[in-house]
């Protein structure tokens, strides 16, 4: 007889094996062709717009249908980001010139870049090289990047159009500065305008950190900016719930911090280490508002002597690898996720069907919505 207990295992074992049978559409991600001509997929948001970055340049994907936009008024661009409005983020350069952060907003709504839509954030007010970076966008449009202040120094910063004209104005600029050292990346910001990052200390050594505006005035003060402790360690990405993700460069180790006590410390048992998919290296790249993280893992598979690497998404403990939860007959290898929205939908590149480089769009079937959420379906098993 099965007591009420094991009945309760029975259960959830019949639900883990539906959400992975065959007969449940053979996977549970939807895999979307981006775009081929090399593209990866870089950033998805909540409207399931997507950005990333093909051999011709910058592009908005949306609706089926990869729209370049062009290189924002220089030779190259990378975009890295889209907030939830559909401002696009990233850097451009052409040689010769510094390279530039930039911000693209459709202003007339075509689903194109036109001239006067684009804006160069530039560096700080007084820096003798004029090279900036942008890396992610909130949904405020506050922009985090860095900027260098000389030759050999870059500082953080928080960018936003506090006058709303559409350029790039004196102190517009929250200067983070560095944790201590020569170097500040910031890599995210979540909507409550707290910043991940990482750079170098005053003993030279490179540590993750979060930045947050703590007493609200719109400057960077002593206390801001905490570093999470970890020896060589780079923070990558935040969520909207505060959820950070980072790794430790050696020995590798891609984690999770949140500040769970709140009390503006990392505390040791606040981390989660997420492991690998069974090489060496691994690296978290986004983090959504249910703390869920998508990445990038070696699976410990050589081909050619080259090691074999894989997208990963890291839900309730577990992280799995993408070519499991997708239809075994797709002819998709997913090697790398990089942004996921707030429903769980996963952006990346892979090589699709043609054995060319291509962006994806994974879209979740409503199973892993529930899983994603953390209502209910406990138990999600591995196919091998
Ligand atoms: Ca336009
Ligand atoms: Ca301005
Ligand atoms: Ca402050
Ligand atoms: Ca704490």
New binding site residues.
């Given amino acids: 007889m099965l007591n009420s207990r094991m009945l309760g295992v029975a259960m959830l074992t019949l639900a883990a094996g539906a959400l992975c049978s065959p007969s449940f559409g053979a996977g549970i991600y939807q895999i979307i062709d981006v775009g081929g001509g090399f593209a990866e997929a870089t950033g998805v948001n909540n409207a399931l717009q997507v950005t990333g970055t093909s051999g011709s340049g910058s592009f908005l994907w949306q609706n089926g249908t990869m729209t370049n936009l062009g290189n924002f008024g220089m030779d190259h661009s990378i975009a890295y980001d889209i907030n939830d409005a559909g401002q696009i983020v990233g850097i451009c350069w052409s040689s010769g010139v510094p390279t530039d952060a930039f911000m693209w907003t459709d202003g007339n709504g075509s689903g194109t870049a036109e001239v006067g839509e684009w804006?160069h954030i530039g560096s700080f007010p007084g820096s003798t090289l004029p090279s900036a970076r942008a890396f992610a966008v909130n949904s405020a449009g506050q922009v985090a990047g860095y900027g260098a202040v000389q030759y050999g120094l870059t500082h953080g910063f928080v960018w936003s159009?506090?006058?709303?004209?559409?350029?790039?104005?004196a102190g517009?600029k929250i200067d983070l500065g560095t944790p201590g050292g020569d170097f500040c990346t910031p890599t995210d910001i979540n909507d409550a305008g707290v910043v991940a990052g990482y750079g170098e200390t005053a003993s030279g050594a490179d540590h993750g950190f979060v930045w947050d505006d703590r007493d609200g005035n719109g400057q960077s003060d002593a206390g801001e900016m905490l570093d999470l402790g970890l020896p060589n360690s780079y923070a990558t990405a935040i969520g909207d719930d505060g959820t950070v993700a980072g790794y430790t460069g050696v020995p590798n180790q891609p984690f999770t911090w949140k500040d769970l006590d709140g009390d503006w410390e990392a505390d040791q048992d606040e981390f989660v280490f997420l492991g690998t998919l069974g090489g060496l290296y691994a690296r978290p790249h986004a983090v959504n508002k249910h703390g869920v993280v998508v990445g990038w893992s070696e699976t410990g598979e050589f081909v050619e002597g080259d090691p074999v690497a894989h997208g990963w998404v890291y839900a309730n403990g577990v992280m799995h690898d993408l070519n499991d939860l997708i239809p075994a007959d797709s002819g998709w290898v997913i090697e790398s996720a990089d942004d996921i929205n707030d429903s769980g939908a996963i952006v990346g590149y892979g090589t699709g069907p043609d054995g060319q480089r291509h962006a994806f769009l994974l879209v979740p079937e409503p199973a892993m919505l529930l899983l994603l959420a953390g209502g209910g379906v406990v138990g999600l098993r591995r196919r091998r």
């Fill in positions: 804006l159009d506090l006058n709303d004209n559409g350029q790039s104005d517009e």
